[in-house]
């Protein structure tokens, strides 16, 4: 392991109106959670009963002042609602405001976000294929040279950001794939995933590395990321009832990256039971529980693990996260 592993707070813009989440990332700052912050950047919540879906880049400016920890997007897809080129763009410039803290998160995106601007939802292939050619289009603005691009899925015409941060602003890539895995080691500076079984992760994370080498970098030192979604609250009953109804989507066992509307989640949400989140999500009133089950992903390795409660109260969470979970983890 590397430095010393870090707990961070995911900020689900999915669930809050983005005022009252600034409140929530400040607290997290003072109770402990140093990895920062991971933004979701959505166009829709997973369910209109999550309410809520804020402009992500809005929300990470007024972020950026509001702690002085590092954030990132966890995860915006550089195609469909954006072209890679404005993607780089609005990177560089949280780069070159907050130095050293943005991170650019990326994937291959969900028909519930990108099908709103119409044309066709491509197979999972194409969809990775068009990811890793915009990642090859930022990685080329952020040189801040002049960049012409003709390739299968995109075309820019002399572009150039004038914008740019000191420090280039890294590039962690989303992927549940040994091939995607293999590719983002060639092309990114990290990895994000969002939890699988123990000899998945190890499989991912071999590819990754064997992809960095290629690429004829050092993958020692580039983080491995987590988001863990988990639930808990005062009750088991509570923590029950709030994983059904704020977060059903964690108990849906099969890809989501083709479904288009919260209101299709709300219809298969009604199927949804206790037991469907069992080896998917920890439902538990019991913080003793939390804490084994945290520091089992980071004696798996990640460098980072961002969490996610999906109850409502997260001041509560914050706190009692802060006060009886962070300090019995051992991170080094």
Same mark, same amino acid.
């Given at each position: 392991?590397?430095?010393?592993?870090?707990?961070?707070?995911?900020?689900?813009?999915?669930?809050?109106?983005?005022?009252?989440?600034?409140?929530?990332?400040?607290?997290?700052?003072?109770?402990?959670?140093?990895?920062?912050?991971?933004?979701?950047?959505?166009?829709?919540?997973?369910?209109?009963?999550?309410?809520?879906?804020?402009?992500?880049?809005?929300?990470?400016?007024?972020? $950026? /002042?509001?702690?002085? =920890?590092?954030?990132?997007?966890?995860? &915006?897809? #550089?195609?469909? %609602?954006?072209?890679?080129? !404005?993607?780089?763009?609005?990177?560089?410039?949280?780069?070159?405001?907050?130095?050293?803290?943005?991170?650019?998160?990326?994937?291959?995106?969900?028909?519930?976000?990108?099908?709103?601007?119409?044309?066709?939802?491509?197979?999972?292939?194409?969809?990775?294929?068009?990811?890793?050619?915009?990642?090859?289009?930022?990685?080329?603005?952020?040189?801040?040279?002049?960049?012409?691009?003709? $390739? /299968?899925?995109?075309? =820019?015409?002399?572009?150039?950001?004038? &914008?740019? #941060?000191?420090? %280039?602003?890294?590039?962690? !890539?989303?992927?549940?794939?040994?091939?995607?895995?293999?590719?983002?080691?060639?092309?990114?500076?990290?990895?994000?995933?969002?939890?699988?079984?123990?000899?998945?992760?190890?499989?991912?994370?071999?590819?990754?590395?064997?992809?960095?080498?290629?690429?004829?970098?050092?993958?020692?030192?580039?983080?491995?990321?987590?988001?863990?979604?988990?639930?808990?609250?005062?009750?088991?009953?509570?923590?029950?009832?709030?994983?059904?109804?704020?977060?059903?989507?964690?108990?849906?066992?099969?890809?989501?990256?083709?479904?288009?509307?919260?209101?299709?989640?709300?219809?298969?949400?009604?199927?949804?039971?206790?037991?469907?989140?069992?080896?998917?999500?920890?439902?538990?009133?019991?913080?003793?529980?939390?804490?084994?089950?945290?520091?089992?992903?980071?004696?798996?390795?990640?460098?980072?693990?961002?969490?996610?409660?999906?109850?409502?109260?997260?001041?509560?969470?914050?706190?009692?996260?802060?006060?009886?979970?962070?300090?019995?983890?051992?991170?080094?």
């Amino acid at each position: 392991m590397g430095p010393m592993a870090k707990i961070g707070y995911a900020a689900m813009l999915e669930q809050f109106h983005p005022t009252e989440l600034l409140d929530w990332c400040a607290q997290a700052e003072a109770a402990g959670f140093s990895a920062g912050v991971m933004v979701s950047e959505h166009f829709h919540p997973w369910t209109p009963q999550q309410g809520h879906s804020a402009f992500a880049w809005a929300f990470m400016g007024a972020l $950026g /002042t509001r702690t002085a =920890l590092p954030f990132g997007t966890g995860v &915006t897809c #550089p195609g469909f %609602r954006y072209h890679p080129a !404005v993607v780089a763009h609005a990177a560089a410039t949280l780069g070159a405001m907050f130095p050293g803290r943005f991170w650019l998160g990326l994937g291959a995106g969900e028909a519930l976000n990108e099908h709103i601007v119409g044309g066709k939802w491509p197979e999972i292939g194409v969809r990775s294929s068009m990811l890793f050619e915009a990642i090859e289009i930022i990685n080329k603005l952020f040189s801040g040279e002049v960049v012409r691009h003709r $390739g /299968t899925y995109y075309t =820019l015409e002399s572009a150039r950001i004038y &914008t740019l #941060p000191e420090q %280039r602003v890294p590039i962690y !890539v989303a992927t549940a794939g040994p091939l995607n895995a293999k590719r983002t080691g060639r092309l990114a500076d990290g990895i994000i995933t969002v939890g699988a079984a123990d000899a998945k992760l190890q499989e991912l994370w071999q590819n990754y590395e064997i992809g960095a080498r290629e690429a004829g970098k050092d993958p020692t030192g580039t983080p491995k990321i987590l988001q863990l979604h988990l639930s808990w609250a005062r009750t088991e009953d509570e923590a029950v009832d709030n994983a059904v109804k704020e977060w059903p989507n964690g108990g849906m066992a099969f890809p989501k990256q083709d479904i288009r509307n919260p209101e299709d989640f709300a219809a298969m949400a009604k199927l949804v039971r206790p037991e469907n989140f069992a080896n998917r999500m920890l439902i538990s009133a019991d913080l003793g529980r939390h804490i084994e089950h945290i520091q089992h992903y980071l004696d798996l390795g990640f460098d980072e693990v961002h969490l996610h409660n999906v109850g409502r109260d997260q001041a509560e969470w914050i706190d009692v996260f802060g006060r009886e979970v962070l300090p019995h983890l051992k991170l080094g």
